[in-house]
């Protein structure tokens, strides 16, 4: 059953949302090369304990950090690692927060040094397909105009969109229904209704779709080895449209504006 949330229960929601937008913002000025994605995990660690918060991944099914951190042709769900990121690189941090045991998750593709032309574009249209997504994300909708709304973005830029990993609903759990696929058929699955949070979290990449995972049984990367790129936000479904708990970009949080510039 898809729960829906109170407008107290989505401010709390938010708070935690802010916290998130918080830590990544601050994160884009801690990655650069040399730094190791394990040094990543343990700042923000700290930085959210001192503020109260807890890093909800950590224990989650047995996983052992507070971020995955996912380089290059990984796709989602890496491990942190004592190895320097190099120039060039691309890592995405993802990440959930508990506040006063509530929820909110966000991952974010950032660049390491300086990238090459074809990462650059990677990342440029990932991320606005996220928000292509939750331009979609209004009542009376249906969870597959979101999907499709992705899914004919990417491809048009001649991207692919990873299958097996899909956003959710989300509140004092971090995965509740629904299934929030970022490809598919508009008009098809759950009707969207005010109240419902979800995460919209697309992973595209420059090559094809087909991912396989590691032997720790938990990194995702692609079989062509082409580069993969993940944004994700958490998103409160209200009467008037998407409500974005985890954006880091002012312009961007009023809806209004959403068309108009980018991060
Ligand atoms: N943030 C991830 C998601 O969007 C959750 C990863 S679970 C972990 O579903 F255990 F890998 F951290
Ligand atoms: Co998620």
Not at 119 to 137: M, Q
Not at 177 to 199: A, F, N
Not at 237 to 242: C, E, K, S, V, Y
Request: with cysteine; proline share 5%; net charge neutral.
């Amino acid at each position: 059953m898809i729960q829906l949330k109170t407008s107290d229960e989505i401010r709390l929601m938010h708070r935690a949302g802010k916290l998130l937008a918080a830590c990544h913002r601050q994160l884009r000025r801690l990655i650069r090369p040399g730094v190791t994605t394990l040094e990543i995990d343990r700042w923000v660690e700290n930085w959210l304990s001192a503020r109260g918060a807890r890093p909800a991944q950590k224990g989650y099914l047995g996983y052992p950090h507070a971020i995955c951190a996912s380089v290059n042709d990984e796709v989602c769900h890496a491990m942190p690692r004592d190895v320097p990121l190099k120039n060039g690189d691309i890592v995405t941090i993802d990440m959930v927060v508990e506040l006063d045991e509530w929820m909110a998750d966000s991952a974010w593709s950032y660049s390491v040094g300086t990238i090459g032309r074809e990462a650059r574009k990677l990342l440029d249209v990932t991320r606005e397909a996220l928000y292509v997504g939750i331009r979609a994300a209004r009542p009376g909708n249906r969870i597959g105009d979101i999907s499709h709304a992705i899914q004919s973005f990417a491809e048009s830029h001649g991207l692919s969109v990873v299958r097996p990993f899909i956003g959710h609903g989300i509140g004092q759990r971090i995965h509740e229904p629904p299934e929030v696929p970022h490809y598919g058929s508009p008009g098809t699955g759950p009707e969207l209704r005010e109240g419902m949070v979800i995460t919209i979290e697309p992973m595209l990449t420059l090559g094809n779709h087909e991912v396989k995972i590691d032997a720790d049984g938990w990194t995702a990367r692609t079989v062509d080895g082409s580069l993969s790129a993940q944004y994700e936000h958490t998103v409160a479904i209200l009467a008037d449209g998407p409500m974005i708990l985890t954006e880091q970009n002012e312009a961007r949080k009023n809806r209004k504006n959403m068309d108009s510039c980018r991060n």
